[in-house]
């Protein structure tokens, strides 16, 4: 009994000194020299997202760090059909032409043949990992890529992001087998 009462009262004080040193912990102070902090422009761009029929199901924001892209999706129940469907960045942030969403161009970044996460001609740069869609048609997305930047997909004629009726194998030209553009969003 002891010996547990002692194991427990090391456990707790070891919890307590973690979460002292985790509490303690601050990014070192800004001052001139070797040791300034660069920190990144955080651009941050947002979407409606739009299905077949024109209402919204989701909405997308996309975060730029130091290092990349931060993209975040969350679709409503009932949005889309469950599994698995291809996710892509688009050079056109246009989604006016409803129901098929080509007025969205083709990929960022297009490479003729290069179209794939897998490809070894590849990848573009508008190429993203595939969104689960559950048993109710929500999804809840997060993915990060270093392929673009956000100065590249805000430019003059924005972007968009495109979700596909079926998943992209990631190496199949020119987009993977994604089948139709099922939903839009456009990029601000």
Not at 42 to 50: C, D, F, L, Q, V
Not at 93 to 121: Q, R
Request: glycine share 14%; with cysteine.
């Amino acid at each position: 009994m002891l010996t547990r009462f002692l194991m427990t009262a090391a456990t707790a004080g070891l919890l307590v000194a973690c979460s002292q040193a985790q509490t303690d912990l601050k990014l070192p102070e800004e001052s001139s020299g070797d040791n300034q902090i660069s920190l990144p422009s955080m651009m941050n761009a947002k979407a409606s997202i739009i299905g077949v029929e024109g209402t919204e199901i989701g909405t997308a924001n996309l975060i730029e760090g130091p290092n990349g892209l931060l993209l975040r999706i969350a679709l409503e129940p009932g949005a889309l059909t469950p599994g698995w469907h291809g996710l892509h960045l688009h050079s056109k942030g246009d989604c006016s032409d409803v129901g098929v969403f080509k007025a969205s161009a083709g990929h960022v970044g297009m490479i003729k043949g290069g179209h794939g996460l897998l490809n070894p001609k590849g990848p573009e740069a508008g190429d993203i990992p595939n969104i689960w869609v559950a048993a109710d048609g929500s999804a809840g997305y997060e993915a990060f890529t270093s392929l673009t930047t956000g100065a590249s997909l805000m430019d003059e004629d924005g972007s968009a992001i495109i979700i596909h009726e079926n998943e992209d194998d990631h190496l199949t030209q020119p987009i993977g087998g994604a089948g139709a553009r099922v939903a839009c969003g456009a990029l601000k």
